[in-house]
Nanobody, 119 residues
């Protein structure tokens, strides 16, 4: 199983970016999918979670600005980021709790995509 993230880049404060992360491989089922981020010199932070049923949860710092969604048919999770702030600058990693075919539940991480917000 592999997770491939894309969509990062450079944007001015107040702008928007959209991230996506596609899971591929012998996947039987995916439970929670998440986005984390890690800014330079800071600890990794959980940004948003979406369950297989579509329930969502957000960090307080992004609530109202970011939206997580998923397409179960495509095994893909998205993060729409609006009203971006310089403090949103970080490497964003996707995460998925996956039941691979013939295996047990396990967690997988994407490679990370850099989001830079200029002031």
């Amino acid at each position: 199983v592999q997770l491939q993230a894309s969509g990062g880049g450079l944007v001015q404060a107040g702008g928007s970016l959209s991230l996506s992360c596609a899971a591929s491989g012998s996947i039987f089922s995916i439970n929670a999918m998440r986005w984390y981020r890690q800014a330079p010199g800071k600890q990794r932070e959980l940004v948003a979670t979406i369950t297989s049923g579509g329930s969502t949860n957000y960090a307080g710092s992004v609530k109202g600005r970011f939206t997580i969604s998923r397409d179960n048919a495509k095994n893909t999770v998205y993060l729409q980021m609006n009203s971006l702030k310089p403090e949103d600058t970080a490497v964003y990693h996707c995460y998925a709790d996956v039941l691979a075919t013939g295996r047990r539940w396990d967690v997988y991480w994407g490679q990370g995509t850099l989001v830079t917000v200029s002031s």
